[in-house]
């Protein structure tokens, strides 16, 4: 009798019970409230504002915000990918194993035991997958509190100000979520990784964030020339491209390429540090 | 954090290296000479240019290239190109024409006579220069490029020297005379008096061509330079103007004299139109037979891409190589692409110069390439080019023609008295600075004076390569000529204003024959490049003024209709981007990633399974005394390793555990504990304690020896661990959740059955009643520590490890654990507790093992501890010995 009766690796912290430990924590609740209330503090904003009259020549991204509801998901999802959302990934992401070192949980669970690539396995699906409701979550309420706002509207393209018919463009924006998923994986393992060398959630957080800061200044280092191609932000806001009137892909490849890249080399590292860290918190 | 800041900044020292190391271009230093020319119609004009001569920067023998500079530029103006090709391994000779800059003489505009013989005679003053590379004596290895002024000599030069190897020449023109004097319409055959037809159209183009007045007065009044660069310096001048350069600037008399003609007139005479085709590459294109390269911009109303094509094909007519690019640049302004021109030009010299790649067939330039926009940058939103080319020229007529319908009534439009106000398409010599570099053509047009045919929306993209054509039948009295613009447009909307590609008009006359009423005519449209998106429509429009042109001051009105209603559009099918697809590391740099992630792991298991074992060696396992009492001996008593006895509870052998300075924090452990006991852990603090419990619990791995619980190595989430309760260093509970959903979910994650928690008599033992409910934030240390003891007693594990457990208890419960305890190790169960009150321990523990700085110092059963401890130990006191005073004198700190 190696190991108690009825205990097996395979079964245990299965992912209801990680998430269900997740999910009741303020910090949870605070995000994912903010995500669904920005797209209405936005409308109210944008109701604020003077109206209509003359719009001039200009076809930037904020002043084509009210033409209709998918014109301001678009909107909502400009202003937020840069920051918001990578705020929101790198909260739940850091977050998790490192809360559990700060609040002592962690001991506990590997004594009883839980595998420590088991355990982090199961950390890492139940992060991303409240990183990926978080990324969801906003443009779709942003897409409903548009359409209520602003009525359901064809597109008009940032910058050319051609318009596409809404329904033409729906599936398009399943496009634009899919890769913003994609693209914040980065900050997803990015987070994972700091999560898993320290016992400060908000160092895991904001160790992820400082990073993605200094790349996204970088990035404007126009010196840099073509590795500038290689940071993990560069492509941050290609899903650009998916509402423009000709679907262009390249670059939303080439930033899934560099952040599955990244993202990969990222996760591999916490694992292999992890299991063989010694777990003094 | 030491390996963070070492990895950080060996990386800074890569950059800083790689900073300074980073080849950058060899000097090259220019050396002035003033070099003497005789040219003239009679060979007796001595002219005294002002060259610089570049060397080249590795020294030796290099091919030279002879450098143009555009008009009312000068050698100046051509410094750095000249510097960037020097640096490509050239000789390379600037210098200013004559007229230009400190150079004297006049402007001949690229005479045969004048301007070609003197470039002749700098070829063979480079003949003479040991730095150039020679073919035969006096026939120096070079190439000559440029842009406008200087590509028009580069392809005049070509054609009367057959000393130059390769040429090319920018943005230039192939007839001076169709460039001044456009003319795109070619008359089907004169409506109404059938016999009176022929007479208008059988002049030849430019003779009847319309005046492009404001090019041609930038041109000749040298008061705005079309050379860019010598808009950012001072101009040079040798001297100041004598009133006869007042007059005609530096242009030869007779220039001057027919520019004045026809710049009153508007209208071409035959001798403005000779003396233009004497400086015009068309006329000799035939003689070129140095491999050419013509890039051409596609934002250009004075050398429109025709005059590329025309080049073009009088040249590959000849048998010589050409190659044609259409760039994002021109007289009008676009991006310019220096980068990618000069990337092309490059390439083109070091085959025909060099003699890189010799023997290939295909040149080192796609036959025919064009820039195309390539939507934005996803990182910094900056407009891409994409360059698709194509191993074959099609020539403005495309390789394939769609036909779009356009539909319109038959229009009268009116030539307003003087021609004013003009509508507007691109305005000469400024279009490049006050459109925006990337902004679309957009033209006015101004009402009464435009008719417009339209399409219906595209139900495809069209992509347009070269010139549309359409007929149309122009209505007026008889007698007259009809001057018309045509324009295509690109018609998104009707919210957004239509677009004119490039900017660019096809000025058309059409001849109205004497008692004829109307003519027909087949009319060529700006050669462009231009994707039509789905859903917009062209619109042909022709109006009666344009402000870059002369248009005839008389007022008139025409009716303007289609005669057939087919727009016919050139389309290239074959150009292809010539990277094609997606970059090879967008596939290759994931992959790359999932095996470097699948070998980190794979490797860091690999090398977790090695390391223990090769450690097993240093266990020193004292042998019990006898099968019952399990009397630990201490240290350094070598023995073989036993068989693991899956009985034994625990069994540490030899472990040492170093802190990360290298002080040992376990130093050589040995103990081992039987079925049944309640173990007494003891040790002043800093003893290596609770170090130990967190090795029990796979926390963290022993530098040497090993543990074993039931037998089995204790490893980081070994499952025999699922047979261990543990209380060490305080309660871990998640502070958001009640007591009991702690306890709950802790169970349900080490994913046994629920029957088995025993969580009633575990949470009995917490004793917390309703406040099990309560978020555990709000509970005392008191009650965090009674749910932890429970959550380790949870499935009653065979193995109880409890770390101070009656830290902030009150005497009632500190009594009543002490009862738990002693109950739980009646069950067959094992408990080790370590603890700082010895009284407690005394009265709990049957066994008892004392660590100091790490080492064991004494184990056994407490009452056999304290029978042999040495009388003085407290002797005296009455009490018997006490446990505290055998501790003391075992760490020997009883002072």
């Known amino acids: 009798m190696t190991a108690a009766p009825g205990y097996a690796p395979r079964r245990t912290l299965p992912l209801r019970v990680e998430i269900v430990r997740q999910f009741k924590r303020r910090r949870t609740i605070v995000m994912f409230g903010l995500l669904l209330a920005l797209p209405w503090i936005l409308v109210i904003a944008f109701q604020f504002g003077p109206q209509g009259g003359d719009r001039d020549q200009s076809l930037r991204i904020s002043d084509l915000a009210t033409e209709s509801g998918l014109n301001f998901a678009a909107f909502a999802l400009s202003v937020s990918a840069s920051f918001l959302l990578v705020v929101a990934v790198a909260l739940f992401c850091g977050d998790t194993v490192a809360s559990e070192a700060s609040w002592s949980s962690l001991r506990y669970l590997l004594a009883a035991p839980v595998p420590r690539d088991r355990l982090l396995r199961q950390k890492l699906i139940v992060a991303l997958g409240y990183s990926a409701a978080a990324v969801i979550c906003l443009p779709v309420m942003a897409l409903l509190a548009g359409t209520l706002a602003f009525g359901w509207n064809d597109i008009q393209v940032p910058g050319t100000g051609e318009t596409i018919p809404a329904l033409d463009v729906l599936p398009r924006f399943g496009i634009v979520i899919a890769y913003a998923l994609v693209s914040q994986l980065v900050v997803a393992a990015l987070a994972f990784l700091v999560s898993t060398m320290t016992d400060s959630p908000l160092g895991a957080v904001g160790g992820a964030v400082g990073l993605w800061i200094v790349c996204t200044i970088l990035q404007a280092v126009e010196a840099l020339g073509v590795l500038r191609e290689f940071l993990p932000t560069f492509w941050n806001n290609a899903w650009l491209d998916a509402l423009a009137p000709e679907l262009e892909w390249s670059g939303m490849i080439k930033g899934a390429s560099v952040s599955i890249t990244y993202a990969a080399i990222l996760i591999a590292v916490a694992f292999r540090r992890f299991r063989r860290k010694d777990v003094v918190s | 954090m030491k390996r963070v800041a070492a990895s950080a900044a060996a990386l800074a020292l890569i950059a800083a290296t790689t900073w300074l190391v980073w080849p950058s271009g060899a000097e090259v230093r220019g050396q002035d000479q003033t070099i003497t020319v005789v040219d003239g119609p009679a060979d007796d004009q001595r002219v005294e240019l002002d060259t610089t001569f570049f060397p080249p920067p590795g020294g030796g023998k290099a091919p030279a290239v002879l450098l143009g500079h555009g008009f009312g530029g000068s050698k100046r103006s051509v410094e750095d190109e000249a510097i960037r090709i020097a640096q490509d391994g050239y000789a390379v000779l600037t210098w200013s024409a004559r007229g230009f800059g400190r150079s004297t003489g006049e402007i001949a505009l690229n005479s045969p006579d004048y301007e070609v013989k003197d470039v002749k005679q700098l070829i063979d003053w480079l003949a003479k220069r040991p730095e150039v590379l020679l073919d035969a004596s006096d026939d120096p290895r070079v190439g000559i490029a440029g842009g406008s002024y200087g590509g028009a000599i580069a392809l005049m030069t070509a054609a009367h020297d057959r000393r130059v190897d390769a040429i090319v020449p920018r943005i230039t023109w192939s007839d001076l005379a169709d460039a001044l004097f456009p003319n795109t319409a070619v008359p089907l055959s004169a409506a109404g008096d059938a016999g009176q037809s022929s007479a ?552 046994r059955p629920v029957a088995d928690a025993h969580f009633d008599e575990a949470l009995e033992i917490a004793g917390l009643g309703k406040a099990l409910q309560r978020a555990v934030r709000t509970y005392s240390q008191g009650m965090r520590q009674r749910l932890a003891i429970a959550q380790a007693m949870l499935g009653l594990p065979d193995l109880l490890v409890l770390d101070e457990p009656t830290n902030g208890l009150d005497p009632p419960q500190i009594r009543e654990m002490r009862e738990v305890l002693k109950r739980y190790a009646r069950d067959g169960r094992t408990v080790i507790v370590s603890s700082h009150l010895l009284a407690e321990v005394e009265q709990t523990c049957s066994h008892v093992v004392v660590m100091h700085r790490g080492k064991l110092v004494s184990a056994g059963p407490v009452s056999l501890l304290l029978s042999s401890a040495p009388r003085s130990a407290g002797a005296g006191n009455g009490h018997g010995t006490r446990l505290e005073d055998v501790f003391l004198d075992l760490i020997g700190d009883n002072a």
């Open chain 2, 200 to 751: 208008a159209g059988s002049l030849p183009e430019a003779e009847n061509g319309v005046f492009k007045r404001m090019w041609a007065g930038i041109f000749f009044g040298q008061g705005v330079s079309l050379d860019s660069l010598a808009l950012r310096g001072r101009p040079e001048t040798a001297r100041p103007l004598t009133p006869e350069q007042a007059r005609c600037g530096r242009f030869r008399p007779e220039i001057c004299a027919v520019y004045e003609e026809v710049a009153k007139t508007g209208r071409p005479t035959p001798e403005a139109v000779d003396l233009l085709r004497e400086s015009s590459p068309i006329t000799v294109a035939a003689q070129i037979k140095a491999p050419t390269l013509l890039i051409q911009g596609q934002r250009d109303s004075l050398f429109p891409l025709s005059h590329a094509d025309a080049n073009a094909r009088a040249i590959a007519a000849g048998g010589t190589p050409v190659s044609l690019a259409w760039f994002d640049g021109g007289h009008d302004g676009g991006d310019g692409e220096a980068d990618w021109v000069f990337e092309q030009s490059s390439a083109w010299f070091a085959r025909y110069l060099k003699g890189e790649g010799d023997g290939k067939t295909a040149p080192p330039v796609s036959a025919f390439t064009v820039t195309r926009d390539g939507g934005r940058d996803p990182g910094t939103r900056q407009r891409v080019r994409l360059h698709p080319e194509t191993g074959s020229y099609p020539g403005l007529g495309g390789t394939a023609t769609s036909t779009v319908e356009l539909a319109g009534p038959a229009q009268n439009i009116a030539n307003p008295p003087g021609g004013a106000p003009a509508s507007i398409s691109s305005v000469p010599g400024v279009g490049g600075l006050l459109g925006g570099q990337n902004s679309p053509g957009v033209a006015i047009d101004m009402p009464g004076q435009s008719a417009a045919f339209e399409s219906r929306p595209l139900t495809a993209p069209l992509q347009l390569t070269g010139s549309s054509t359409a007929t149309i039948r122009v209505s007026g009295q008889g007698g007259t000529e009809a001057t018309l613009f045509a324009k295509l447009y690109d018609v998104a909307d009707s919210i957004q204003p239509p677009t004119l590609p490039a900017g660019l008009v096809a000025p058309i006359r059409v001849a109205i024959p004497e008692g004829a009423t109307s003519a027909e005519a087949t009319i060529t449209l700006p050669a462009v490049d231009h994707a039509f998106a789905a859903g917009h429509r062209l619109r042909l429009v022709l109006t009666t003024t344009d402000m870059g042109f002369a248009t005839p001051a008389e007022p008139a009105t025409y009716q303007v209709s289609l005669v057939s209603s087919t727009l016919t559009v050139p389309t290239v099918g074959t150009l292809a981007a010539a990277s094609g697809g997606v970059a090879w590391w967008v596939w290759a740099m994931p992959l790359a990633a999932v095996v470097v992630a699948a070998a980190l792991l794979v490797t860091g298991r690999a090398r977790d399974r090695r390391r223990p074992g090769a450690r097993t060696g240093a266990a020193a396992l004292p042998e019990p005394a006898d099968g019952r009492t399990p009397v630990l001996t201490v240290n350094g008593a070598a023995a073989e390793a036993p068989a693991p006895d899956p009985a034994v509870p625990l069994e540490i052998s030899g472990l040492a555990k170093a802190y990360s300075n290298g002080e040992l924090a376990v130093d050589n452990l040995s103990f081992r504990v039987e079925q049944g006991q309640v173990l007494g852990l003891l040790g002043p603090n800093g003893a290596g304690k609770t170090t130990t419990m967190r090795m029990m619990m796979g926390l963290i791995q022993p530098d040497g020896g090993e543990i074993r619980i039931f037998g089995e190595r204790v490893t980081p989430g070994a499952p025999v661990l699922s047979r261990l309760g543990s209380f060490v260093e305080g309660p871990g509970f998640l502070p958001h959740l009640s007591g009991r959903d702690n306890i709950e979910l802790y169970w349900a994650a080490t994913g």
